[in-house]
Every structure is written in structure tokens, then in C-alpha cells.
Nanobody, 128 residues
Framework: VKLAESGGDSVQAGGSLTLSCVASHNIVTPYCMGWLRQAPGREREGVGFINSDGDSGYRESVKGRFTIFRDHVKNTLYLQMNNLKPEDTAMYYC???????????????????????WGQGTLVTVSS
């Protein structure tokens, strides 16, 4: 499956953005999908995930500010980001494992991630 992110922009601290990730075809159960980010000079880190078991999770620094949700009809995964902070500045990637199995690989915020499909990224810049 191919993934394509969009929605990145430059915003001021306290602002909001919604990132979108369109899949080339519908991802059906079972699946693990998530958003990750990479700031300049830093390693890639998980932002949050959802899976077909109904689980979800977020890294501590974005809890209460970021929400991941999915529109099955539009084959789209979203990342709603509120109260953005300068430290949220990064390239944001969506990723998916469309054949995920809990028995074989974890689906969580932190790696190792099970993702087999990755988008090209969309840039979010937050100024103070």
C-alpha cells in the first residue's frame, strides 16, 4: 500500500493543524497504523498509533494535544494537532502494517515498529 501525507505547514505556537495520510487502497483488518516524526538532528520517534483491535496510544509529550483518527470511507488517516509547540517542529510521517498480527509484532508508540509502508513525510514548523 502506498501512503501520501499532506497538511504540513508553518504555524505559530498555540496553533492547530490536521495532517492527512491517504492510502492507495483500503486497509482492512488487521492493521496497525501510526504517525511518527523526525526533527533535524534527532532520531525518528513515534507520535501515536491505532490498530484494528481498537487500541491507541500517544507519546507522553503530545497526550491531550494530538489525536489520531481514521476515515475508512476515504482511506485516510488523520493527525489532529492542537496547541502546537516549537518542539513539535519536525517532518511527520504516516506508516502502516496492513497485515499486522499481534502474535508477531508489537503495535505501539515506541519501536520496533511493525510498519511495512511509509509515506514521504510532510513538514510541520512551529514558531514561538
Amino acid at each position: 500500500v502506498k501512503l501520501a501525507e499532506s497538511g504540513g505547514d508553518s504555524v505559530q505556537a498555540g496553533g492547530s493543524l490536521t495532517l492527512s495520510c491517504v492510502a492507495s487502497h483500503n486497509i482492512v483488518t488487521p492493521y496497525c497504523m501510526g504517525w511518527l516524526r523526525q526533527a533535524p538532528g534527532r532520531e525518528r520517534e513515534g507520535v501515536g498509533f491505532i490498530n484494528s483491535d481498537g487500541d491507541s496510544g500517544y507519546r507522553e509529550s503530545v497526550k491531550g494535544r494530538f489525536t489520531i483518527f481514521r476515515d475508512h470511507v476515504k482511506n485516510t488517516l488523520y493527525l489532529q494537532m492542537n496547541n502546537l509547540k516549537p518542539e513539535d517542529t519536525a517532518m511527520y510521517y504516516c506508516a502502516a502494517d496492513p497485515e499486522w498480527s499481534r502474535d508477531w509484532s508489537p503495535c505501539g508508540v515506541d519501536g520496533p515498529w511493525p510498519y511495512t509502508s511509509w509515506g514521504q513525510g510532510t513538514l510541520v514548523t512551529v514558531s514561538s
